[in-house]
């Protein structure tokens, strides 16, 4: 037998129903996604706007006029322009960390009501803006509420979430930034028309911030945070309003379990790198890492420019941006009927097989099987596996390692169009087969885990498991497969 990484899932299960409370607050909280999908969505629409280049971009303008240059994939080469686009990804790196701390010590309501007030003054900042400057400044605040909300929204989903449904509701996160990618698209195609269209393409952006803000106000607080900020009446009363059961006591038990561990950790950062926590810190920086390496999501917020570059014209650059968009919202509801089914890894392999053959073919498949696969498993799964006692920690690492390479890769990516041309693609094709065996042999797979049963998953993995403590019984039955083991 061939080293497997598969677990078989299952663990303890808790009592308790998928009660309309849930499916309505998960909802709400992963609204947050819209915030991040409407900015994938709207900046290469915009930077693809005639009356946008020629007030704040000028050069690129002229570049794009100029019939002498042999070289069609260099007219959208431009350090201030890239700056434009990427200095989002670099402040919401920096605010991952005070978003961990925030979450930690406040809950993770008020992280994701931050994060739409952040949007909502960025939002507001660019759309008024008369220079760039104020265009910078704008996304810097935008930056701020994305490292806020992809910070918080992925915990709250996969704290509030049964076991059972944890991947499809978590999956809502990815679902709203799809939308939200459609949604900026249809903006663009609609507004491109009008001189002053760019303004209310990024204007508008203001409208889920302010959904969010709203929405945080009447959402309620996990119970996980609750018992973590020493609220335990509220704690066991809101767990049993969101499993519909009074009979929560096993579970309710262990959450306590979890937090009197965490209460006792006095640095989460240092916490999370000792040995036995080697496999969340592996997969909360390697996931977010691979996620970037795919190309997939400089593709999206890149598409109006690219098809421009391939000889679109402005309207129809702009409609085909929306047509790929509308087939990632399709995609994405396959992983969220899936992931709970057939499990992470699965959709990781073949999502992972699907864009290694399409990018190699230069075939824009490669964005579907994203959509359902590495985009929004790269947040499911690293929200999911760690404990309570490294968890803002843990996801803090993900969201900043996802906005370092988003930052460095969207910087570079239209010099490195310039001087390789569609060849670019060749370069994220081999680092999608080295993203596929790492999942392949690494990964163990997490459907139906309660979240705070985790330990059970990596003590049965065959890589694993030498780095969990012997003094702790961690083997459970329900977690032991022969395919753990390596093979003799």
């Not at 985009?375 to 690492?397: D, K, M, N, T, Y």
Request: net charge neutral; aromatic share 14%; charged share 15%.
């Amino acid at each position: 037998m061939a080293r497997g990484a598969y677990i078989e899932s299952g663990g303890r299960q808790y009592e308790g129903n998928v009660t309309a409370f849930v499916l309505i607050t998960c909802f709400v909280a992963a609204m947050g996604g819209l915030l991040f999908g409407y900015d994938l969505g709207i900046t290469g629409g915009v930077t693809s706007m005639e009356p946008f280049l020629v007030k704040f971009f000028p050069v690129v303008y002229q570049q794009m006029l100029d019939d002498s240059s042999t070289n069609q994939y260099c007219k959208f080469d431009n350090q201030l322009l890239t700056l434009f686009t990427s200095s989002l990804y670099l402040a919401a790196l920096i605010a991952s960390f005070f978003a961990a701390t925030t979450s930690r010590l406040f809950g993770r309501k008020p992280s994701m009501f931050l994060g739409g007030l952040f949007f909502l003054v960025g939002a507001l900042l660019n759309g008024f803006a008369v220079n760039v400057e104020m265009l910078i400044i704008g996304r810097i605040f935008l930056g701020f509420g994305v490292g806020y909300c992809n910070q918080s929204v992925p915990i709250y989903l996969s704290e509030m979430a049964p076991a059972k449904i944890r991947g499809a509701l978590n999956i809502g996160f990815q679902m709203m930034i799809t939308i939200g990618i459609l949604g900026a698209n249809l903006i663009n195609y609609a507004t491109s028309k009008y001189k002053n269209g760019w303004r209310v393409s990024l204007g508008v952006g203001a409208v889920p911030a302010v959904l969010l803000c709203v929405g945080s106000l009447f959402l309620e607080e996990t119970p996980n945070s609750l018992i973590e900020r020493g609220q335990h009446v509220k704690a066991k009363t809101m767990l049993q309003k969101i499993r519909g059961t009074n009979n929560v006591d096993e579970e309710y038990q262990d959450l306590v379990d979890a937090s009197e561990a965490a209460s006792k950790v006095e640095n989460p950062w240092k916490n999370i790198t000792r040995r036995r926590y080697r496999p969340q810190l592996t997969f909360c920086s390697f996931i977010p890492f691979f996620q970037q390496l795919t190309g997939i999501n400089v593709i999206m917020f890149y598409a109006p420019v690219l098809f421009t570059i391939l000889g679109f014209g402005n309207d129809a650059s702009l409609m085909s941006a929306v047509i790929t968009g509308g087939v990632n919202v399709i995609a994405t509801l396959v992983s969220v009927f899936c992931v709970d089914k057939f499990g992470r890894r699965l959709l990781f392999l073949e999502g992972g097989a699907q864009m290694l053959v399409s990018q190699i073919k230069n075939e824009n498949s490669s964005d579907d099987s994203f959509a359902w696969s590495w985009g929004p498993l790269g947040w499911l799964v690293p929200s999911e596996i760690c404990s309570l006692e490294v968890r803002p920690a843990g996801q803090a690492i993900n969201v900043a390692i996802n906005m370092f390479f988003t930052f460095g890769i969207a910087q570079v990516f239209l010099s490195l169009l310039c001087h390789f041309k569609f060849g670019l693609f060749f370069f994220f094709a081999a680092w999608v087969l080295v993203m596929t065996i790492f999942i392949a042999f690494l990964l163990p797979e997490t459907k139906n885990v309660p979240v705070e049963e985790m330990h059970y998953v990596w003590k049965s993995h065959w890589f694993w498991n030498k780095y969990m403590p012997e003094c702790e019984d961690l083997v459970a039955g329900a977690y032991n497969n022969s395919e753990a083991a390596p093979s003799n």
